[in-house]
């Protein structure tokens, strides 16, 4: 800046100097314009100012141009045009679409259980489940179920399953045919079986049958279970896909994250998984070739707490699929039992369960639970109402005895007081005298408000026609035998359990003293060794009964050919036959009174019968020795009804056939094989139809000498 001033001052020198160079000043005229407006002011003296301005620098520019500085003008910045405000228009907004969970094959499965390792001897259990719904033009039938030639079930129906038999380890077979509840109960050699399995059963295990659609019609599918203990907070879940209308699917929860089966395909077992308990599971089912379309939902489900569960998809006639769940059961442990719960507290209505603070059911309608462990070291047993606002506990005390650990019905009731306690809990033990060849009957009232119930029985005979062994004769028609009073008991009491002979049978609750049929069952097949707690719950409308059966949760299957069957039989048998031994005192040889004798061969009251039972007997009796023929006497049979005569196990021809007597005796001799061997031997009596079955039987003993000994007998008193 300071040189560029030098230059301009000896520039003005040099030009000052030199008055020839000096340039002529142009004139200046100055206009002077009066105006009245202010605006016009101002431009003509903005006009003014830049047309003075202008001369100055024209002579600056041609001072500096003549001292050889040239000045580069910088670019003048161009501004920018400011736009008019664009009108604001109307807008909504945009749907943003918000994706849902969409279950990918990130979902981790639940891993299928592995069953634990049990000794060798441990029994199994075997059930069948009927989950076959049938078509719209055919009814589903119902069947009846043999284990083991053993009939265990009368009529199971769609949607029904059995109980859990207790098997011995190894192949069992199941055998069902079709039955109608309206005709009388099959007799001997019924036809071929409509359906019929032989499954391998493992040791400490369950098995089910499932009775459903498959490729090949409708067939008996086999389904191992774990029966393993369950950690509290856990149950276990099985699937079975018997929907011939569904194609394969995924089946996830996401409720918990997880898949429970990836590319179910028809026919197919999926489990068993452990899961944890919960209220109102969905479950998704997804399309196997894209994961990401959800083809539909199956209902809510619950799962309570350490108890086992069995899924059935079937065909549904207005949605994709539908499904049948079947409540299971586990091993308890050492100190646990099985136990279910009534609800019978209407003013409660549903309810969630506790016990010891983990929830057990989180919804328990009125009527009975799902069978569950518990605990037999003492429980708090906690109800709180639908809306959880109310909560009522009772304790239970410790069972410690081995009479007292037995499965438990615990019956919840409305209990008000004045203290405000609305709820109360009454216990009873299944802990009928173990049998093999009886069943066990007992009646728990639970309906709140009636008098006292009576429990009647109508036992179902077969009927003609028969299919009659090899020479025994043509049966008579025998009436249906009438109602009989089998127990009888208070509101929230309970009777000793009444032994019954296996057979199939009518139930009915009646009015104590009176005919009036409050609620009944029909076509109950009773199995030897198993208990049957009949329980009158409050139905459906006000004012009404229903009549709830409850078994044990696994039932021994016994069979009339069990050894230890057998022998029970004989010793009943013997005992209700022995006589009755009078004492008569000694003939007195001095004045001081002789001691009298104590009675013997008495028979035990525990062991006889509330009704007359058929006995048998044979002449001569062991320990006395026979060979080539017995006589044979019996009584408390039906009257003019043929019987057969068979030996030991052997069922497939009779050695002795005939009638019975008018008032049901029998008085014969029967001859014996001539091969017959040396020893004891059981003669078996089987009246009125098959057996082992629909008939009744007896059983005696007898002893045949060796061929070398001439038998002696005894006469029979």
Same mark, same amino acid.
Request: glycine share 6%.
């Given at each position: 800046m300071r040189l560029l001033l030098v230059v301009l001052i000896l520039s003005l020198l040099a030009a000052a100097c030199d008055s020839t160079a000096m340039p002529t000043v142009p004139l200046i005229t100055v206009v002077?314009?009066?105006?009245?407006? /202010?605006?016009?002011?101002?431009?003509? &003296?903005?006009?003014?100012?830049?047309?003075?301005?202008?001369? !100055?620098?024209?002579?600056?520019?041609?001072?500096?141009?003549?001292?050889?500085? =040239?000045? /580069?003008?910088s670019p003048t910045p161009t501004p920018n045009p400011t736009l008019a405000a664009r009108p604001t228009q109307a807008t909504t907004p945009t749907p943003t679409f918000t994706p849902t969970i969409t279950p990918t094959p990130t979902y981790a499965p639940y891993l299928t259980t592995t069953p634990d390792s049990v000794a060798a001897d441990l029994p199994g259990w075997v059930r069948v489940v009927h989950a076959w719904v049938g078509t719209p033009d055919n009814t589903p039938a119902t069947f009846d179920v043999y284990l083991n030639? $053993?009939?265990?079930?009368?009529?199971?129906? %769609?949607?029904?399953? /059995?109980?859990?038999?207790? *098997?011995?380890?190894?192949?069992?077979? *199941?055998?069902?045919?079709?039955?109608? #509840?309206?005709? +009388? *109960?099959?007799?001997? @050699?019924?036809g071929p079986p409509d359906f019929s399995e032989v499954v391998p059963v493992a040791p400490g295990e369950n098995t089910t049958l499932v009775l459903g659609e498959t490729s090949e019609g409708l067939r008996l599918i086999t389904v191992p279970e774990s029966a393993? +203990?369950?950690?509290?907070?856990?149950?276990?879940?099985?699937?079975? !896909? *018997?929907? +011939? $209308?569904l194609l394969p699917v995924n089946i996830l929860m996401p409720d918990t994250g997880r898949a429970l089966a990836y590319n179910l395909q028809f026919n197919h077992v999926?489990?068993?998984?452990?899961?944890?308990?919960?209220?109102?599971?969905?479950?998704?089912?997804?399309?196997? =070739?894209?994961? %990401?379309?959800?083809?539909?939902?199956?209902? #809510? &489900?619950?799962?309570?707490?350490?108890?086992s569960y069995l899924l059935v998809l079937v065909p549904s006639a207005d949605a994709l699929t539908d499904m049948m769940l079947f409540s299971g059961e586990t091993r308890t442990l050492p100190t646990e039992v099985h136990a279910r719960l009534v609800n019978i507290a209407e003013s409660i209505g549903p309810m969630?369960?506790?016990?010891?603070?983990k929830v057990q059911f989180y919804s328990l309608p009125i009527g009975i639970s799902d069978p569950?462990?518990?605990?037999?070291?003492?429980?708090?047993?906690?109800?709180? @109402?639908?809306? $959880?606002?109310?909560?009522?506990?009772?304790?239970?005390?410790?069972?410690d005895t081995p009479e007292q650990q037995a499965d438990k019905i615990l019956v919840l009731y409305d209990n008000p007081t004045e203290a405000g306690i609305q709820f109360d809990v009454k216990v009873y033990s299944q802990d009928a005298p173990p049998s093999t060849i009886n069943s066990q009957i007992r009646l728990i009232h639970a309906l709140p408000g009636v008098i006292p119930l009576s429990l009647e029985m109508s036992a179902i005979r077969p009927q003609p026609p028969f299919v009659l062994a090899a020479g025994m004769p043509t049966p008579t028609p025998v009436p249906r035998e009438p109602f009989v009073k089998v127990a009888e008991a208070e509101f929230n009491t309970v009777g000793a359990y009444v032994p019954r002979s296996p057979t199939v049978v009518d139930v009915r609750v009646v009015l104590s003293g009176t005919r009036n049929v409050i609620a009944e069952m029909n076509n109950v097949q009773l199995t030897a060794g198993s208990l049957y707690d009949f329980i009158v719950l409050p139905g459906a409308e006000a004012g009404s009964a229903r009549l709830e059966l409850v078994q044990q949760t696994r039932v021994r299957a016994t069979s009339s050919s069990?050894?230890?069957?057998?022998?029970?039989?004989?010793?009943?048998?013997?005992?209700?036959?022995?006589?009755?031994?009078?004492?008569?005192?000694?003939?007195?040889?001095?004045? /001081?009174?002789?001691?009298?004798?104590?009675?013997?061969?008495? +028979?035990?009251?525990?062991?006889?019968?509330?009704?007359?039972?058929? %006995?048998?007997?044979?002449?001569p009796a062991p320990p006395n020795t026979t060979r080539g023929s017995i006589l044979l006497f019996g009584q408390g049979f039906p009257a003019a009804r043929p019987y057969g005569v068979y030996l030991d196990n052997n069922l497939e021809s009779a050695i002795h056939s005939g009638i019975t007597t008018a008032d049901g005796a029998i008085m014969t001799v029967v001859n014996l094989p001539a091969n017959i061997s040396t020893g004891l031997h059981t003669i078996r009596v089987c009246v009125a139809g098959s057996c082992p079955g629909n008939g009744i039987e007896a059983f005696a003993v007898m002893k045949i000498a060796p061929p070398d000994m001439t038998p002696t007998a005894t006469l029979q008193p």
């Open positions: 002077i314009t009066a105006v009245d407006d /202010t605006a016009a002011l101002n431009d003509a &003296v903005a006009q003014a100012l830049t047309g003075t301005a202008q001369v !100055h620098i024209g002579a600056t520019e041609t001072a500096l141009a003549l001292g050889g500085v =040239t000045l /580069t003008p030639g $053993e009939p265990v079930q009368r009529a199971l129906a %769609s949607g029904q399953q /059995t109980g859990f038999l207790q *098997v011995a380890p190894g192949s069992v077979q *199941v055998v069902l045919r079709a039955a109608n #509840p309206d005709q +009388p *109960v099959t007799t001997e @050699n019924p393993a +203990p369950l950690p509290d907070g856990i149950a276990r879940l099985t699937l079975v !896909h *018997v929907n +011939p $209308e999926a489990g068993s998984f452990d899961v944890p308990m919960g209220a109102n599971y969905i479950l998704d089912l997804y399309d196997v =070739t894209d994961s %990401s379309v959800l083809l539909g939902s199956l209902p #809510p &489900v619950s799962f309570g707490n350490r108890v969630a369960v506790k016990l010891n603070d569950f462990p518990l605990s037999t070291l003492g429980n708090r047993l906690v109800v709180l @109402n639908q809306e $959880e606002t109310d909560s009522y506990f009772a304790d239970l005390p410790p069972w069990d050894p230890a069957a057998i022998s029970e039989a004989v010793a009943a048998t013997l005992t209700a036959i022995a006589p009755v031994i009078t004492a008569t005192p000694t003939r007195v040889s001095s004045p /001081t009174p002789t001691r009298t004798p104590l009675p013997t061969n008495t +028979p035990r009251p525990t062991n006889t019968p509330s009704f007359p039972p058929p %006995s048998l007997a044979v002449d």
